[in-house]
């Protein structure tokens, strides 16, 4: 019995040493956490979030000191935690089973777990946009908001949120996880599922902040909204023309332009509960009414007079329902963010970005955020095998400031520009590295209508720096076409792409500057050879061959950055590769719209303008002329 009584005095000191190395091994794990998503760069946070090792950031303060951090854990809770309640981005444990479908159904206890001061910020979608809703999440926790719900119109995708710890309910759509094209069947039916949503949420007596999931929030919106308690509904707008110049609602009597629903604040009013109960019926009863539309139709059947002489609000709807317009300076549409840069001229911080005035579909609205540096990609995108290539387009002035701007200076600048990315294209599929776009100088503005080169009353600076898509087709540039007759893919990446915050240091510090040279000029030879700063002269004009030959010491550096692309490849010898080049490349430009003299209105770009001799900047002139060049 004597070891018994040995183990019975010796058990209080096992328990001790025992719960000592439990709680070494919590908080050890909590400061590694901690470290890792406080004082560290955005990109090694991102990176971090995105590849999901470990758990990504509990929500906190920001730029608090890593100590403060430390100093602040709270002891665990050893207590199981609902999926509402878990923090975001703390993904359940892979080795329980994922909840019966049930379990994610919308309810106003699903939703009150969520909620903090009576708000709930909700987006919905369905797989296809799984990287914009993952976007959107990531930059409302950065902002330290965590009152959000995402609606999962199909399983894959509410599957998919749960396991990485995203906030999802079950909208019971049954949708297909494929994108769908602006107005088809399925997007109208998308439409339809919102105003069910708002319908739905608001008899649970919380405010709802709605939004699609082709917007990020910049700056937390919530505290804004709060201005204006009075609000049944603040809506942001298509307006274009500004109407104050700091951050009031916007003027309602001077707003032109529709409401739109990718953003807007309700509060559980009786009116608001109104709006969104006829809305609904009115959608359900005629399937051709875009959603949009139907609101616009709504509110206006009554417009004034203002609640006061201060608020900016306005009686709408019915006469009871007090409506706001949120300033299209600062709650941005793709316009006044991308083309306007209204926030920046006004001297503002906008509050969010909604990406509409845009072309080339979903993959237009993903660029445009990417140019914006507001989108999230995996850590791969922006380390991609091969490497990237990049040059200085170096426009003359005269191009850009001298003269009128019109159609005739406008498609000079742009066709400069073409020509430049076209031979950059060509070197970029003959090495294999993806080409970073350089930034894209316009002159005019691109809309679907006639217009005199900028919109009336906006602010649109001339010559600006337009978004891609408004001269090239971004999701043509984007899409896989087969190779066998266009050659092999091409991939691009952004203007803005090298200055991105998430770009990793071995991409930054593995750079070859090449400075093209006139051949037969002092030091211009084809050599592998740098100089004491580390340039590489290169002889214009020269061949593939030679291309291939000194690059090839080259091919592990990331980055590989061209002085100019004038003159620097005359085309590849191997006819049936220039060809399928060719077949590739002239797919990738769009039109410019549009002129009023005629129609239709528009003019095709032309990515091999300067081969067809008086070639010039004219609309289709007969029915038989309107298509992309040959």
């Not at 309640?85 to 777990?113: C, D, G, N, Y």
Request: proline share 8%; glycine share 6%; aromatic share 12%.
């Amino acid at each position: 019995m004597g070891w018994r009584n040995a183990f019975d005095n010796a058990k209080p000191v096992f328990v001790t040493i025992y719960a000592t190395v439990i709680i070494g091994i919590i908080f050890s794990s909590l400061y590694v956490i901690s470290a890792i998503y406080s004082g560290k760069s955005a990109a090694d946070s991102t990176t971090s979030w995105l590849s999901h090792v470990g758990s990504p950031p509990v929500e906190q303060a920001p730029n608090v000191s890593e100590p403060a951090i430390v100093q602040a854990v709270p002891t665990p809770s050893l207590e199981p935690r609902s999926m509402s309640t878990r923090p975001i981005w703390e993904a359940p444990l892979h080795t329980k089973k994922m909840p019966a479908l049930k379990k994610f159904r919308l309810s106003k206890e699903l939703v009150q777990e969520r909620v903090k001061d009576n708000v709930i910020i909700v987006t919905f979608g369905n797989y296809a946009f799984m990287d914009f809703i993952l976007t959107w999440v990531k930059h409302l926790t950065d902002l330290g908001l965590s009152n959000l719900l995402i609606g999962a119109m199909d399983t894959k995708l509410l599957e998919a949120l749960y396991w990485k710890g995203v906030p999802v309910f079950d909208m019971g759509s049954h949708m297909s996880t494929i994108d769908v094209g602006w107005g088809s069947p399925t997007f109208h039916k998308m439409g339809r599922e919102k105003v069910i949503l708002i319908d739905s949420i608001l008899p649970y007596g919380y405010e709802l902040l709605m939004c699609d999931t082709d917007m990020v929030w910049l700056k937390d919106p919530l505290p804004y909204l709060a201005r204006y308690p009075e609000a049944d509904v603040l809506t942001s707008s298509d307006q274009v023309v500004p109407t104050v110049t700091d951050d009031r609602l916007d003027i309602w009597q001077q707003v032109g332009a529709a409401y739109n629903i990718g953003i807007f604040h309700w509060r559980p009013t009786d009116a608001a509960k109104r709006l969104a109960k006829e809305w609904k019926d009115m959608l359900l009863a005629d399937e051709k009414i875009w959603d949009q539309n139907g609101f616009n139709d709504l509110v206006r059947k009554q417009l004034g007079p203002p609640v006061d002489g201060e608020s900016g609000l306005v009686y709408a709807f019915d006469g009871n329902l007090k409506l706001g317009v949120l300033p299209a300076s600062i709650f941005c549409s793709g316009h006044t963010y991308f083309v306007q840069a209204m926030y920046q001229q006004l001297r503002l911080e906008p509050y969010a970005v909604h990406t509409t005035f845009q072309y080339a579909g979903t993959e237009g609205k993903r660029h445009r955020l990417r140019e914006g540096m507001v989108f999230y990609d995996p850590p791969e995108y922006y380390d991609a095998p091969g490497g990237f290539l990049s040059f200085k387009p170096s426009i003359p002035k005269s191009l850009l400031l001298d003269g009128e701007h019109n159609v005739k200076s406008h498609f000079s600048l742009i066709n400069y520009q073409i020509k430049q990315i076209r031979m950059a294209l060509a070197i970029s599929s003959l090495l294999n590295r993806t080409l970073v776009m350089p930034p894209l100088w316009c002159r005019l503005d691109r809309l679907w209508f006639p217009h005199p080169g900028v919109l009336e009353g906006s602010i649109t600076r001339q010559p600006f720096i337009c978004p891609l898509d408004h001269v090239f087709e971004v999701n043509v540039l984007l899409k896989e076409l087969p190779e066998e007759i266009f050659g092999p893919q091409i991939n691009i990446r952004e203007y803005s792409f090298f200055d991105n915050p998430l770009m990793p240091k071995q991409v930054k510090e593995s750079w070859l500057e090449v400075q093209l040279c006139q051949e037969g000029t002092r030091d211009c030879v084809a050599s592998n050879t740098t100089s004491p700063s580390g340039v590489l002269r290169f002889p214009k004009r020269s061949d593939e061959e030679t291309f291939k030959t000194i690059f090839s010491s080259f091919k592990d550096v990331k980055v590989i950055q061209f002085s100019s692309m004038q003159d620097a490849f005359p085309g590849f010898t191997d006819k049936a590769r220039e060809e399928k080049f060719r077949n590739r490349v002239k797919r990738y430009v769009g039109i410019w719209c549009c002129v009023a003299e005629h129609t239709p209105g528009h003019i095709y770009y032309d990515m091999y303008w300067d081969e067809k001799p008086g070639w010039k900047p004219i609309p289709p002139q007969t029915p038989e002329d309107d298509h992309p060049p040959p």
